[in-house]
């Protein structure tokens, strides 16, 4: 069964930084784009940056030039560096990754649990 875990969440003051992690874990047979997805209460879940399995990367206009996303195609992990963190950047931040499983074959998209940030004083 495929799974995406997360860990890296926390409290953090503004100007401060956290790197969030990703792993995929089950059997795998391709990941294509990886992803952060992140909701704030009240609001709609959006888009905060994606990677292409060849690196190609975007990002939310709100996140330029503070946030980072990378990958690691041999650990099936993504990660995103936050710096200058804001307190609208607070949220449950979710992992998003199109995988195919060995056992189908076929691509599918699969989201990780959240986890929380907390930007504040």
């Known amino acids: 069964q495929v799974q995406l875990v997360e860990s890296g969440g926390g409290l953090v003051q503004p100007g401060g930084s956290l790197r969030l992690s990703c792993a995929a874990s089950g059997s795998i047979f391709n990941i294509n784009t990886m992803g952060w997805y992140r909701q704030a209460p009240g609001k709609q879940r959006e888009l905060v940056a994606a990677i292409s399995r060849g690196g190609s990367t975007n990002y939310a206009d709100s996140v330029k030039g503070r946030f980072t996303i990378s990958r690691d195609n041999a650990k099936k992990s993504v990660y995103l560096q936050m710096n200058s963190l804001k307190p609208e950047d607070t949220a449950v931040y979710y992992c998003?990754?199109?995988?195919?499983?060995?056992?189908?074959?076929?691509?599918?998209?699969?989201w990780g649990q959240g986890t929380q940030v907390t930007v504040s004083s």
């Open positions: 998003n990754a199109d995988i195919i499983p060995i056992a189908t074959m076929t691509s599918n998209y699969y």
